[in-house]
Each structure stands twice: as structure tokens, then as C-alpha cells.
């Protein structure tokens, strides 16, 4: 049944041979080179203030949901990184080689990319920055933000999340293994089908593409249920869902969206994977194989994946614009309607993806109208902020200017994607840099919220800010890039520019082209003021109070910074939508509760982390079908799901006067500080 | 309310125009439509970013506007409880819902004109004469014009007479491409298995480059077809030269030049005695089965001058 595979294989390294390391290649030896050093430089300090046991016990085995949201923010920060440099790779590529008599280096005809290894990076770009950067460090921010949010002492499951976390950073590994053994996709981030199927992608390329993605979005998929969870069964006493902020209410609709688009996604890639191991016609274009079902179940997942995306990041501009308006949101309940209207069109829209494939004028008119509805609520949104704008008082800190101009790349965002979505000018431009240019405006304003919500979070957690005049250097090298970048992309969309091209055929887009890598330099300007910004923070450490921004609304911003492990200790009582501006007015933001409870905590726990690296063994064993590998990896899975399901650790608990002990001096409850061993609950004292 | 919305419309013109009139758009492909399809495309492209100018320009204005009036130290008016207004949560969902509506109507009405299949704007215009059918295969990473009524084909080669309606039945051998010609016809998909139609008229004589959009694999750079529109004396002696060409396309021919190719330079070739049915026995082929794989080694070698260098796939 299995399929016959082009090359060696061995029954102990599968399809693994000296050959698939590139150390022919001087970029990836020099890439090695680089990602070696930084991995011993990190071990060799951990072992040299012996932090091994520290890391061990208080982060990878850790369930709090704070921890687990840095590490989320920091795989997701390394990804974005890495992805920045795939993109700044395909400009540079697309500068030189430009018409027949472009010179070449690095053993390419033109350029310095041939293209076996520019579709590499132009598919590793897009599957990272949507799939590894942009949904993990969202998902970083919800889940640090939402359980304070909403008074919760944890997620609900916190076991849960930690292997969500893990099953991720197993995903992201695995394609950044690509880059040293084997080779990654070339068939772009949507896996243009057939382009995927064997015939025509024969080496291990997708199946790294596609085994990344499944184990990550499993990941994926059971955050979904365990943020669902939490903000219906855990918010405070007193917050009504009338009182909830809007930012939980995006991670609701969001998080709905995840749980019901991302198994279509795990179905359409695991049909794929029976294509390729088992040789199925799915998706083939012949014997009875439909490959427009691949096209139309992967947008089905993908469109809504846009707005899992985007809607975050809508709700961190809903946080972030009052507090520095010095106001309430505008149009609370409308901006909630518009969230949902949001989400539940984002099921109907799919199509837009592909209005060429000649489905005719009725069903293109249909998912036309569809997309243009999504203009209904997003403009809500947008009015909502302005007038959330009008008359306040407004401060530019970091957080404000991100959010501002994410407001901005939403306006040119929009007004293309109108363009877009009318099915005549989609003919003319469809499959061209002017919807790229249109997309990064969207991915960008999520960016943009991304760091504006870093920002704006980072000293609740940390317990100092983040440094504000290395922040507005970052800010505005990184939008005037943007600027330069997507104004040059959206002309040469108009110029008749299409996507994915290793060789530029025209020379006329030239200026353009250098207009865009231009701006590529000021972002690599922008990532040096992004990491002096976290140096000089990291150097200063000036502690904060408990609301560092002093116009703050929110339940989060009531606890201390940096926030106690046990979030707060005693669960508040909400009064108000804007809770923290209320008991501000009421002169209640610095009350202190009198007496202390019993906290019940979950204990750490490494069954995540180990299910997590048995999944990378498993997606390594299928990648190279080394089928002993895969095969005893996805048993010791079960094993361990299995020991864990008999584990009887109910937690342990805080006596009263420990959490009063910690309540004065902070420092010893923050996130970074080791906590002592304690021991579990019995099963007569959780009763 | 004292916002005075209307002074500023005006204003939502200005960046069309400035586009227009402000630099030179000779690279602008898009911005100089030839055929009555095309035409219809760029006048949607430019109704639709003047009706959304309306709505964005404004707000964008306001935007800037709040954010100056409103900073601290202005000492504007504030007024720190104020978050809702039912006349304006009407507009802020009434006027998109305006604008939605009215590109909805726009929508379908472009939509049915530059239809490929079947624009509703040719069927207003008829042409004189009956339409002009060209089969088109895309291969790797190759397109393969066949003329049925003229019994001859061309690689990378679109030669049609001016005044004339011209009608496309596309496949594709291996992958799937999307088969464009900026100012000239839609885009269009070019499916293995499985058939699509474009349609577009021919006013003026000129050259023009047509593309694959979609990406095919590591040839897909190189994957450029010439188009002429001709005088009806040079289409028939371009036919007359394409027939006197001493290859004939019969399926067996084909299959042979279908094999993965980079054709640098797009270099045309001609056949001679093209085989009638050769585009429905593509498609049956392709649902059939047939494939036309491309190795990894090929894929290497695409444009590198590692490994033996680019003799191997390209012309």
C-alpha cells in the first residue's frame, strides 16, 4: 500500500543520507554557524550560574499560564525573527536578479538564489510568520492577559495548556530543522496543490511543511477549547458577560473560530499526507482525485485563520486606545457585535481565494458580496475608535502609536481589500504583489498590535517597563519600512507584478524593486532599536506600580507588578465593565484585602514537554519515514497520556499567612522567582 | 453632532487623481486597458477606490484630526464618561452599509460583463465574424497555443488577428498556472484534468507579455508567452509559416515537448498538421492519470550553475 519513494532508503535512517545536510551551501553553514553559537553561548550560561534545575522546574514543567504565554511570546518572537530574515532573503533575491543579464553568485544564474532554493523561502516566510509567529505570540499575549482579564486564577486546564505550548514549539522546531537536514517546502505556504503531490514535490520538503503544521495545530486547536473554557466558567464574581472586556471577547470569538476551523486544517493535511504515503488520489489531478476540494478545504481553514488573527489584535487596540484616551471604549456593545459579525462571516468568504478558477458570475457575485459584508463591522470598528478618540486626552506612549498606526494599515488594509474582493479587479491583480502588498497591511496591523500589546502587558508581568525612547525609535523605523515597502509593492501590483518570482522578467519594475529593499534595510534598523530597547530595559529594571500606565481600566492592571504567581490574592469582586477606572474613581484602586484565603494551585508537571518532544521524534520519523522512529515515539505518546490519566496530584495549596508573607515582599511571588518544593494535596484534604 | 462630514468630500477624488495625473504610468500596465474586457476591469478598479475614497479618506482625515485636537496637552475638551450615542452607532453601521451595498451592485454588474467565460460586454459589441478558438496547454513550464480551425500550433507564441473575438479553452499537463495578459484578458486558472475558458476582443494591433500567475514550480519564472494582435494579412501569413513548419504535433510529439522545459528567452517554436483533438486527449490523459513528474534533480538544476548547471532543462 505504501508508495514506492524516489532515492535510498534504510530501515534505520529511512530516506536520511550524508547528502541532505547542506554543508555545501555557505548561507545554511553560516546560518548553522550562527544558530550553534547562540545555543552553546545560552547553554553555557545556564550551566554556569547552574540555572538548569531552575529552568527545569519553574519553566518547562511549569502550567502556570503566564509562564507558558512568555514562552509562547518567545518562540514566537525567534520565528518572527527568523521569518523577517526569509523575507529580507526574497527582496534581495528579487533586486539582483533582474532581467537576462543579471549576474549570479553563490551558484545561481541570477542572483544568488536559485530557485530549488528561493521557493524554500518564500514558502518557509508565509508558514512562519502566519503559522509560528503571528498565532503563537498572540496566543502568548492571550494567554498571559485573559486570566487576569477576568479575575482567574489560571486557564482551566492548565495541563492542557502547557501541551498546547509544546506541541507548537515541536512544530516550529521542525522547521527549523529544515533548514540543516533536508529541505523545506517548495511549494508556497498554502501547499499549491499538486505542486505538493509526489510526482512533483518528490523529496522531503512538504513532508516538513506538512507534519509541522499538523502538530502544531493540534496544539493550536486544544488552546482553543481550553481559552473557550476559561472565559465562560472562570471570570469573577460580578463580571457579567456584559462586563467582560473586549479583549476577552476577541479571544472568545477567536478562539471559537480556532477550535472549529482548525481540524479542517488537520483533515485537509492528513488527506494530503495519505496521498503521499499512501498513495490515495484526494487530491490528484487524475483517477478520480479533486484537487480544487484540497483548494477549497484549505481556505476553509484559512480564511477564518485571517481573523483569528486579526481579531486579537482588533481587541488590543480596544484595550489600548481607551487607556490612553483616558475614556471609555465607544460603542461597547456594538464593538462586541461587530467582533461576532466578524467571526461568523469569516466562514463565508473562502472563495475569494481563488474567484479565477472560472467557478462563473453567480457563485463569484455570491462570495463577492460575502467579503464586502466583512467591510460592515470592521468599518463599526473603526468609527468606534475614532470616536473613542474624540474628545479624550491623549497620550503617545509606545503602546498608543502602535495601535494608532495599526488603525492606519487597517484604513489602506481595507480599501484594497474591497478592490480585492470585487471579482473584475481581482482578474487583474489576483495572484499579484498588489495582494501581497494588501495582506501585509492586515498581517502588519496584527504586528503592529502585537508589539503594541508587548508593550502595554510587559510591565504587568515583568514588574518594569519596557524602554520608551529605544520603543519609539523601533516604531518608527519599523513603520516608515512599512510604508516604503507596501507603497512600492502596491505600484508594482498595478505594474502587473506577480508573487513567487525567483527572476524578475521585467526590467521596468527595477526602481521599485530597490524602492522595496530600501525599505527592507530600515527594518534591519528597526530590529537593532528593538533589541537596545530590550537591552537598556533589561539593564534599568525600574519597578512600576501595580497600574504602570496610571489610566489603565482593567482587572489586569489591579493586581501587583509584576503580577504574583497566584495572579491575585484574593479573587476580586467586579463592579463595573471598566473595573480598574472605577474603583479609581471610587477611590478604591489602592485598597488592600484584610485577610487572606487558602489559594489551590496546580502542581508543575513534565508529562507536556515530553509529549512534546516525542512529537517532534514522531514528525522527524514520518518526515524521513524512518517508521521504527515514528512508530516508538507514537507509542510512548500513549504511554504517557495513559501515566498521566492515573496521576492522582491534586495540586497543592497556599496556607493564608504564605500568601500575606508574599504579599509583602513581592519579589518572592514574581514569575521569575524559584519557589520552594511543595507538596501535593491528599486526597482527604482536597475534601 | 459637529463634525461636518460633507466639507471633506471633495477631497476623496484627490488620490485617483493624483495617481493619474501626477507621474508618469507608462510601467502602470494595468492603468492602460486595451480590450472592452480590460476596460471594464480598470473602470471597476477605479470606481471602487473612488466610492471607498468617500468612506476612508474622511475617517482617515478625522483620525489624524482627533489625534492632534485631542492630545493632553492641548487642554481640548474632555469628556472622560462619554462612550455611546445612538445617531451615531446607527451611522457608524448604516453608512458601510450604504457603501457595501452600493459595491455589491457594482459587483455583480462587472462581474457579468468581464465573465471569461462569456463577457457580457462582448456579447453587446458583437464582432463581425464568428470567434477565434485557440486551445491552451500549460506544461511545465511551457504554453502550447493550438489553433484548431487553422490546423497549427506555437510554443510561447499568441498570434491573433486585430477586430476579432478570441476564445480560450485552457489545461494544464502537470501543475496548476494561471493564465494572464495584462490590459488584454483576464486571469484565468489552468487546471490538469480539468478545462477553463477566457475570452477577449482584439481593438488594436500591438505586443504584449503574457504570464503564468500562479506559481508551477522552480520553472515558473522563466514562463512568459509573447502575444501579437496582428493585421488579418499578418495572421494569415503567420499561419502560413507555422504550416510550413516541418514538425508536426501529433500526441506522441507532444508528449515529448511536455516534458518539464525552461524555455529562456521564450524562444517560439512552430508546428505544423496540429492534431484536432489534442487538447481533449490532454485533458482525459491528465484525468486518467497521466503526469508528467518533475524530479528533485531537475528542480536543482532550474537556473544553477551547481550540478552541471541549466543545460539540462532549458532550450
Known amino acids: 500500500m505504501q508508495v514506492a519513494i524516489q532515492g535510498p532508503w534504510s530501515p534505520l535512517l529511512g530516506r536520511l543520507t550524508l547528502s541532505a545536510i547542506p554543508y555545501t551551501n555557505p548561507i545554511l553553514v553560516g546560518t548553522f554557524a550562527v544558530a550553534a553559537l547562540i545555543a552553546l553561548v545560552v547553554a553555557g550560561a545556564v550551566l554556569y550560574y547552574k540555572k538548569l534545575g531552575y529552568l527545569w522546574r519553574e519553566w518547562l514543567t511549569t502550567v502556570d499560564h503566564k509562564k507558558i504565554g512568555v514562552m509562547y511570546i518567545i518562540v514566537g518572537l525567534v520565528m518572527f525573527f527568523r521569518a523577517f530574515v526569509d523575507g529580507l532573503m526574497m527582496r534581495t533575491q528579487q533586486a539582483m536578479a533582474i532581467g537576462p543579464h543579471s549576474p549570479g553568485v553563490l551558484g545561481a544564474q541570477h542572483g544568488y538564489l536559485p530557485p ?94 506538512m507534519w509541522a503544521i499538523q502538530i502544531s495545530s493540534i496544539g493550536t486547536t486544544l488552546n482553543a477549547i481550553n481559552m473557550i473554557v476559561t472565559i465562560i466558567k472562570m471570570r469573577a464574581p460580578g463580571m457579567g458577560w456584559f462586563r467582560v472586556p473586549v479583549f476577552t471577547w476577541t479571544t472568545l470569538s477567536t478562539n471559537i473560530i480556532g477550535l472549529t476551523a482548525f481540524p479542517i486544517l488537520g483533515v485537509v493535511l492528513a488527506l494530503l ?62 464593538m462586541v457585535a461587530a467582533t461576532f459579525a466578524i467571526a461568523g462571516i469569516s466562514w463565508a468568504v473562502w472563495l475569494h481565494h481563488f474567484f479565477t478558477m472560472g467557478a462563473g458570475a453567480d457563485v463569484n457575485g455570491f462570495f463577492s458580496i460575502a467579503t464586502m459584508l466583512v467591510g460592515i463591522p470592521t468599518g463599526v470598528k473603526v468609527f468606534n475608535w475614532m470616536f473613542t478618540l474624540y474628545r479624550g486626552r491623549l497620550t503617545f506612549t509606545t503602546p498608543m502609536l502602535w495601535a494608532l498606526a495599526g488603525l492606519f494599515l487597517l484604513l489602506v488594509g481595507g480599501i484594497t ?11 487583474t491583480v489576483h495572484n499579484s504583489v498588489f495582494v501581497i502588498a494588501h495582506f501585509h497591511c492586515m498581517v502588519l496591523l496584527v504586528a503592529a498590535a502585537i508589539f503594541a500589546g508587548v508593550v502595554y502587558w510587559f510591565p504587568k508581568v515583568f514588574g518594569f517597563q519596557l524602554d520608551e525612547k529605544n520603543g519609539l525609535m523601533f516604531f518608527w523605523s519599523f513603520i516608515t519600512a512599512t510604508a516604503i515597502v507596501f507603497t512600492a509593492m502596491f505600484a508594482l501590483g498595478f505594474q502587473g507584478e506577480t508573487r513567487r518570482l525567483d527572476y524578475i522578467f521585467n526590467p521596468a519594475w527595477r526602481p521599485m524593486l530597490w524602492t522595496e529593499e530600501a525599505g527592507m534595510m530600515l527594518y534591519l534598523v528597526s530590529i537593532f532599536y528593538f533589541l537596545r530597547m530590550l537591552y537598556v530595559s533589561l539593564r534599568d529594571r525600574v519597578p512600576v506600580a501595580s497600574d504602570p500606565w496610571g489610566t489603565a481600566r482593567t482587572l489586569e492592571f489591579l493586581t501587583h507588578s509584576p503580577v504574583p504567581f497566584y495572579n491575585f490574592a484574593v479573587t476580586p469582586q467586579v463592579n463595573a ?27 508543575n508537571t513534565g508529562v507536556p514537554i515530553i509529549i512534546g518532544m516525542l512529537s517532534l521524534t514522531l514528525g522527524f520519523g514520518l518526515i524521513w519515514r524512518i517508521w521504527w522512529m515514528a512508530g516508538f515515539s507514537l507509542l510512548a505518546i500513549i504511554i504517557a497520556v495513559i501515566i498521566r490519566s492515573f496521576d492522582k496530584n491534586l495540586g497543592y495549596e497556599l496556607k493564608p499567612e504564605e ?12 514569575i521569575i522567582a524559584e519557589q520552594p518544593a511543595r507538596t501535593p494535596l491528599t486526597e482527604a484534604e482536597a475534601h | ?90 451611522l457608524v453601521w448604516g453608512v458601510p452599509l450604504v457603501i457595501v451595498a452600493i459595491c455589491s451592485l457594482i459587483s455583480i454588474r462587472t462581474t457579468l460583463d468581464v465573465e471569461p467565460y462569456a463577457p457580457a460586454v462582448l456579447a453587446k459589441n458583437p464582432a463581425d465574424t464568428a470567434p477565434l478558438d485557440i486551445d491552451v496547454i500549460a506544461t511545465d513550464w511551457q504554453w502550447l497555443f493550438i489553433y484548431p480551425q487553422q490546423h497549427v500550433a506555437a510554443i510561447d507564441e499568441l498570434v491573433v488577428p486585430e477586430n476579432s473575438v478570441v476564445h480560450l479553452r485552457l489545461t494544464s499537463t502537470a501543475v496548476v498556472n494561471d493564465f494572464f495578459i495584462p490590459q488584454i484578458a483576464p486571469m484565468i486558472d489552468v487546471m490538469p484534468g480539468m478545462r477553463t475558458e477566457d475570452t477577449f476582443d482584439t481593438p488594436d494591433p500591438g505586443s504584449y507579455t503574457g504570464f503564468s500567475a500562479d506559481f508551477s514550480g522552480a520553472g515558473f519564472s522563466w514562463m512568459q508567452f509573447h502575444t501579437h494582435i496582428v493585421t ?69 538544476q532550474v537556473a544553477s550553475l551547481e550540478d552541471g548547471g541549466t543545460a539540462a532543462t532549458t532550450k
Not at chain 1, 294 to 312: K, S
Not at chain 1, 659 to 670: D, G, P
Not at chain 2, 12 to 27: E, Y
Open chain 1, 577 to 603: 465593565r471598566d473595573e480598574l477606572a472605577w474603583r479609581r474613581e471610587h477611590g478604591l484602586d489602592k485598597a488592600q484585602p484584610e485577610a487572606f484565603e487558602p489559594i489551590h494551585m496546580p502542581s
Open chain 1, 417 to 427: 481589500g474591497m478592490m480585492l474582493a470585487i471579482p473584475a479587479i481581482n482578474y
Open chain 2, 232 to 300: 488579418p494579412a499578418g495572421f494569415g501569413a503567420w499561419v502560413a509559416q507555422a504550416a510550413a513548419s516541418p514538425v508536426q504535433l501529433s500526441y506522441q510529439e507532444f508528449t515529448k515537448l511536455a516534458q518539464p522545459t525552461v524555455n529562456e528567452g521564450n524562444k517560439p517554436s512552430y508546428f505544423s498538421n496540429a492534431a484536432s483533438n489534442l487538447f481533449d486527449n490532454v485533458v482525459t490523459a491528465a484525468q486518467a492519470g497521466v503526469v508528467y513528474p518533475v524530479p528533485d534533480n531537475v528542480t536543482k
Open chain 1, 116 to 209: 530549488f532554493h528561493f521557493d524554500q523561502v518564500y514558502s518557509a516566510h508565509g508558514t512562519i510568520m502566519i503559522l509560528f509567529a503571528a498565532t503563537p505570540l498572540l496566543t502568548g499575549l492571550t494567554n498571559v492577559v485573559v486570566p487576569l482579564q477576568i479575575g482567574a486564577r489560571d486557564m482551566a486546564f492548565p495541563y492542557m495548556n502547557a501541551l498546547s505550548l509544546w506541541l507548537t514549539t515541536a512544530g516550529a522546531i521542525l522547521v527549523m530543522l529544515s533548514l540543516f537536514v533536508g529541505d523545506f517546502s517548495s511549494a508556497g505556504w498554502v501547499g499549491l496543490i499538486p505542486l505538493t503531490e509526489l510526482p512533483y514535490s518528490p523529496g522531503v520538503g512538504v513532508d516538513y511543511w
Open chain 2, 1 to 90: 453632532m459637529r463634525l461636518k462630514l460633507s466639507a471633506l468630500k471633495p477631497l476623496a477624488t484627490l488620490p485617483a487623481l493624483l495617481a493619474l495625473a501626477g507621474c508618469d504610468t507608462g510601467n502602470y500596465r494595468l492603468f492602460h486597458p486595451l480590450t472592452a474586457v480590460a476596460k471594464v476591469q480598470w473602470w471597476a478598479t477605479l470606481f471602487e477606490a473612488g466610492i471607498m475614497s468617500l468612506i476612508i479618506v474622511p475617517t482617515a482625515i478625522l483620525i489624524a484630526w482627533f489625534i492632534w485636537r485631542y492630545r493632553k496637552s492641548a487642554n481640548a475638551k474632555y469628556d472622560p464618561a462619554w462612550s455611546h450615542s445612538l445617531v451615531l452607532e446607527v
Open chain 1, 273 to 334: 499526507g495519505a496521498d503521499r504515503y499512501l498513495g490515495t488520489h484526494f487530491f490528484t489531478a487524475g483517477n478520480g482525485g479533486n484537487l480544487m476540494l484540497y483548494t477549497n478545504m484549505f481556505w476553509i481553514w484559512g480564511h477564518p485563520e485571517v481573523y483569528f488573527l486579526v481579531l486579537p489584535a482588533f481587541g488590543i487596540f480596544s484595550e489600548i486606545i481607551p487607556t490612553f484616551s483616558e475614556k471609555p471604549l465607544f460603542g461597547y456593545t456594538t
Open chain 1, 659 to 670: 500568601v500575606a508573607a508574599m504579599e509583602r515582599n513581592l519579589a518572592t511571588a514574581s
